[in-house]
């Protein structure tokens, strides 16, 4: 293993910040995790795990150890009638693992192709768009333990999902380098077209024959429009959850604001829509300098060259106090910060 000193990290971001790991190394097999993991010197520096790093938002150089997830392989480890268990190891990229279904005509990620990043973050942050999340499909992972070193396998019960949350966000945080990940993909595929624009997207396209590759390619289209390109203008996707209210701070905050956006939920309470209230806040389309909020998505902020960790989260918290201060909701990011 080749352990670098003062690694920049532009180009290791999907937010394109310039700062320094302090140290860096890659890691192409499980004993590389291993040996890091249980190594004295580098648990008393401090260890993190980078993916494709388009969930993170570095405010400060890091110190310790940067340990970038490169374990490869993709692989079909049982099936079933229905079923198809798809392995894939962490340092996978998402998109790769969703065409490898695509092609398979294996049914269950399509909705979700095209989110950035790589396989061993996608269960972190219970990653979702167009109305499917990974625990719909997440079948088990394996993760080595800071410290012991010890492989230990979790089960979907285990990984406490919910909302862009799982255990290894809250209770198990830097605990564990989640190594792999086991999909369980259906043989005859149930199609999911009613979240988003896919049904206006098929019919625009003229498919009236539903396929995983067709769901895919119009995800495909309607991400490419709409969500800016991070290699092109720096950003992470949502910057901030969905905030989650009761039915009756809906309902007074609807007296007030009679088009307010929000999605009244089985349990009672009710989805708001970041975006609409960042919008409504007056932030879409506002930029100082570098930083700003993006013109046709507001719930995404953006870098636009140069601006750095520091000012993204001064504009991130602007935004969370003048929300706060209008409506009365807690906006929470849904970027991990640095
Ligand atoms: C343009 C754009 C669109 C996006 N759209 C969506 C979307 O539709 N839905 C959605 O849910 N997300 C979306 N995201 C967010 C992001 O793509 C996902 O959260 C993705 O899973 C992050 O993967 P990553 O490898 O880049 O993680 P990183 O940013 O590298 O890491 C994120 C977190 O996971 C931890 N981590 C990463 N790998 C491991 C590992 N192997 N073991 C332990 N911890 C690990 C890191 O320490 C960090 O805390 C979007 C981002 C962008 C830039």
Not at 128 to 134: L, S
Request: a neutral charge.
């Amino acid at each position: 293993m080749k352990f670098i000193q003062q690694q920049p990290l532009q180009q290791l971001n999907t937010f394109g910040i310039a700062t320094t790991a302090a140290n860096y190394v890659k890691v192409t097999s499980l004993s590389d995790v291993q040996t890091i993991v249980t190594d004295r010197y580098w648990l008393s520096e401090g260890i993190k795990v980078i993916g494709g790093g388009s969930n993170i938002l570095l405010t400060q150089p890091l110190d310790g150890l940067l340990v970038h997830n490169q374990l490869k392989g993709i692989n079909v480890v049982a099936e079933d009638e229905q079923f198809v268990y798809l392995k894939a190891a962490a340092g996978e990229q998402w998109h790769d693992v969703v065409m490898y279904a695509v092609a398979n005509n294996w049914g269950g990620i399509e909705n979700l192709s095209l989110i950035p990043g790589c396989v061993g973050a996608s269960p972190m942050q219970n990653i979702g768009a167009y109305g499917i999340e990974i625990k719909d499909v997440f079948h088990a992972l394996e993760a080595i333990a800071i410290g012991s070193g010890e492989m230990i396998t979790f089960s979907q019960q285990d990984c406490q999902f919910a909302y862009r949350e799982s255990v290894f966000k809250r209770a198990l945080k830097g605990q564990y380098v989640i190594v792999s990940v086991t999909y369980q993909l259906r043989k005859q595929p149930i199609f999911n077209t009613s979240y988003g624009a896919i049904e206006q997207e098929l019919a625009r396209a003229g498919i009236t024959n539903l396929t995983v590759k067709a769901i895919s390619d119009a995800v495909i289209r309607i991400r490419t429009s709409k969500l800016p390109n991070p290699s092109a203008i720096g950003n992470a996707g949502s910057f901030f959850k969905n905030p989650t209210i009761s039915a009756s701070s809906f309902a007074q905050l609807q007296a007030t604001y009679p088009e307010i956006v929000g999605y009244h939920l089985p349990q009672g309470d009710v989805k708001l829509a970041a975006g609409w209230l960042i919008e409504k806040a007056g932030f879409k389309g506002w930029r100082s300098g570098d930083v700003g909020c993006h013109s046709k998505q507001a719930l995404v902020l953006v870098n636009y060259g140069n601006a750095s960790g520091s000012d993204v989260w001064a504009l991130a918290t602007n935004i969370i106090d003048k929300v706060q201060a209008m409506f009365g909701v807690s906006l929470e990011p849904e970027v991990n910060i640095w």
